[in-house]
């Protein structure tokens, strides 16, 4: 019987590029330009232009509801350090 093997570690969301927990170092506040900008009578072009724009990011599923809040706040996968980062 061949000896078993240890399954190898979860990846770490952050640094994978294709995980939506990825951030780029050109990932910021103002790196997400969306025209034309919301006037209020403008309301459906400007969301359909900001869902494409956050879509090509991968961050649009933080919006719409896909990407769950984690259940353990201690959970290695669910770091937000990379997002606080940015956002400070």
Not at 1 to 26: E, G, K, N, Q
Not at 43 to 60: D, E, I, N, V
Request: proline share 16%; charged share 20%.
């Amino acid at each position: 019987m061949p000896p078993r093997v240890a399954p190898p570690p979860p990846a770490d969301p952050s640094t994978d590029p294709s995980s939506p927990y990825f951030v780029h170092s050109s990932d910021g506040p103002s790196s997400v330009k969306v025209t034309p900008l919301l006037t209020g009578s403008n309301y459906h072009s400007w969301a359909r232009s900001m869902r494409r724009a956050l879509g090509a990011k991968l961050k649009f599923e933080f919006l719409d509801g896909s990407i769950s809040a984690p259940v353990d706040a201690f959970d290695p996968s669910y770091r937000l350090e990379p997002l606080q980062h940015v956002n400070s």
